[in-house]
T-cell receptor, first 114, second 110 residues
């Protein structure tokens, strides 16, 4: 059972560079989302998707783009990395968004922007 | 959106029972209460969820009083491996509304 897989685990970027954080799930979950977690803080929602072709913004979407062309994959793109985007990024998925659903998280990507 | 309040940190010793209380005074009728656990360098992991009274699983128990304005996560006989951050969340579906606060940092000592 792979669950939610995130790649890479670690990444160092220079300011202005672009990159894509990958997230894949093999549980046929409809809902997928991206969070960022800064030191000593909780998780903040960046973007989410309730199904293929459908995405929406969360609490902190600026500087990030997403797309959902398949049920399995939900990549997060940084078009022009900034030091403020240094953080740990978590991808999560869920079968749906019903009242008693639960989130399954990946192991995270630690990103440093110099 | 129900706001939750938890203690920032708690300390315990191996073998003790730990109770972490979460306050959610403006919980709505349809809201469920969910707890997640997060170990260092890992994503949060679902522990338990409830709506009212008591829920128990192989990991923990969740106690919810009749007014549902608070809830208590109970971890029986903790071990060193229970050292983690515990998050209390309240939402009526729609994960876009979930707010992960700073959680409760539990430290279990020998």
């Amino acid at each position: 059972n792979a669950g939610v897989t995130q790649t890479p685990k670690f990444q160092v970027l220079k300011t202005g560079q672009s990159m894509t954080l990958q997230c894949a799930q093999d549980m046929n979950h409809e809902y997928m989302s991206w969070y960022r977690q800064d030191p000593g803080m909780g998780l903040r929602l960046i973007h989410y998707s309730v199904g293929a072709g459908i995405t929406d913004q969360g609490e902190v979407p600026n500087g990030y783009n997403v797309s959902r062309s398949t049920t399995e994959d939900f990549p997060l793109r940084l078009l022009s990395a900034a030091p403020s985007q240094t953080s740990v990024y978590f991808c999560a998925s869920s079968p749906g968004t019903g009242q008693n659903e639960k989130l399954f998280f990946g192991s995270g990507t630690q990103l440093s922007v110099l | 959106l129900a706001k939750t309040t938890q203690p920032i940190s708690m300390d315990s010793y191996e073998g003790q029972e730990v109770n972490i209380t979460c306050s959610h005074n403006n919980i709505a009728t349809n809201d469920y209460i969910t707890w997640y656990q997060q170990f260092p360098s890992q994503g949060p992991r679902f522990i338990i969820q409830g709506y009212k009274t008591k829920v128990t699983n192989e990991v923990a128990s969740l106690f919810i009083p009749a007014d549902r304005k608070s809830s208590t996560l109970s971890l029986p006989r903790v071990s060193l491996s229970d050292t983690a951050v515990y998050y209390c969340l309240v939402a009526a579906g729609g994960f876009q509304k979930l707010v992960f606060g700073t959680g409760t940092r539990l430290l279990v000592s020998p």
